[in-house]
């Protein structure tokens, strides 16, 4: 009988969940909302909670199971099953995620942080097509990353690997959370896109409906900003062009140091779809070294929202040789 596999993937907003079967197929999925008060304390209980009550409503038992992976923010010790400094959870303790899991579902259980495990998602049934050596970027609130060199994820002698956002693409630009000047993040993420947007409105005297909209003080998205780009509005068109010149030039960094067979923009700004990735190629071809140009490829992700779940549900594959 094949055993199945849960995928979690834990959000400051949602958690996810997932059943899937060994070869990653999706067969169930629910979510909740992530519970972050009294220090985050509801988040684990719930997790717990929310699969046995699964399990039960779609009778299933716990030896059907090879065991369950999640995704997390913060920073995570996989051998102890950690998890410290998630500010976005209110974990600013170390929370022992493992022992509790294991224990209160009966299930083995491993995590690693959630961009790696929406790399080892779109790895597995994405974009990477399965590929041993696969960049993954992902930009949303913030800009995240998952590198995957052998087939197995870098997670660095700390586990800060992969943390492609904080790449320097503009030294002594904007200050980001982390205390550097002139990160990716700062430039690539939603946030920053509207940062920079707002910036150039400032110095903007042309006709542009970008710049009514920002002297207007009503709210701007990176949404608004690609859809009005694609309209031909000439400030949000600089904009987009200055955000695709860093991602070009984070994007060519990366590969020119790992050669990937494929470099995968995922999160929410890659929504801009083909719009986004033509620029950003173009720029990546300026600064890529020559045999990487011609041998690392650009490509959107394909999972979305599934990215986590799946790649977190690969995380649990490792207890198969193990019983």
Known sequence: MAKKLIGVDLGGTTIKFAILTENGEIQQKWSLRTNILDDGSHIVPDIIDSIN????LY????DQFIGIGM??????????????????????????VKEQIEQGTGMQFALDNDANVAALGERWKGAGNEGDDVAFMTLGTGVGGGLISNGKLIHGVVGAGGEVGHMIVKPDGYLCTCGNHGCLEQYASATGIVHIA??????????????AMIDNGDEITAKIV???????????????DEVCFYLGLASANLSNALNPEYLVIGGGVSAAGEFLLK?????????AFPTVRTSTQLKLAELGNDAGVIGAASLARQFVNED
């Open 226 to 240: 690609f859809d009005l780009a694609k309209e031909n509005d000439y400030l949000a068109n600089t904009v987009v």
């Open 198 to 211: 707002q910036d150039k409105a400032e110095e903007y005297e042309g006709n542009s409906r970008l710049k």
């Open 279 to 287: 620029r950003v190629k173009q720029n990546f071809e300026k600064f």
């Open 71 to 96: 995704g997390t923010p913060g920073t995570i010790d996989r051998e102890k099953g950690t998890v410290i400094g998630a500010y976005n959870l209110n974990w600013k303790t170390t929370q022992n």
């Open 59 to 62: 009778k299933m038992t716990r």
């Open 53 to 56: 009550h699964h399990l039960d």
